[in-house]
């Protein structure tokens, strides 16, 4: 079974997050190990929205790209996730989403809706056309994560 997993803190900064960029996307990078179809967040990596029109889109620049990339491999760590909110839109990928999950693969899409608080993951199929959800599981947090 498909499933990012994600603890209680790491759901509260990501919340908040998006709380705080208000009616903006907010967006970050989620970083960890992956065995199988199990993504394991160790890291949230928040970064800005630095798209033009940031209340129906995102990007994150190559410099915060690189940063996030740059604290994984200190830290032995992969990409496991890319999160973002959708202020006043249901927590489904957009037709912007799709395309640029493309780009990222087999790296799941975790997307929160501010309407309703919803939080939901998304990975493409094999066939990299259509995106299927998958499980999100909170875990409580151990000395060991």
Known sequence: MSEILLNQKQLDVLTQHSEKA?????????????SNQQWNVK?????RNAHTDAQTSFIITPEELLQGYQLAEKNQLELVGIFHSHPDSAAAPSNFDKK????????????????????RAFILEEDME????????????HFFQ
């Open 130 to 141: 259509n995106e299927k959800e998958i499980k999100i599981k909170i875990i409580e947090r």
């Open 100 to 119: 640029f999950m493309k780009v990222n693969g087999d790296v799941p899409w975790i997307i929160f809706s501010g309407i309703n608080t919803d939080l």
């Open 22 to 34: 208000g009616s903006s996307e907010s967006c970050a990078m989620l970083l960890g190990t992956r």
């Open 43 to 47: 890291e949230v990596f928040l970064t």
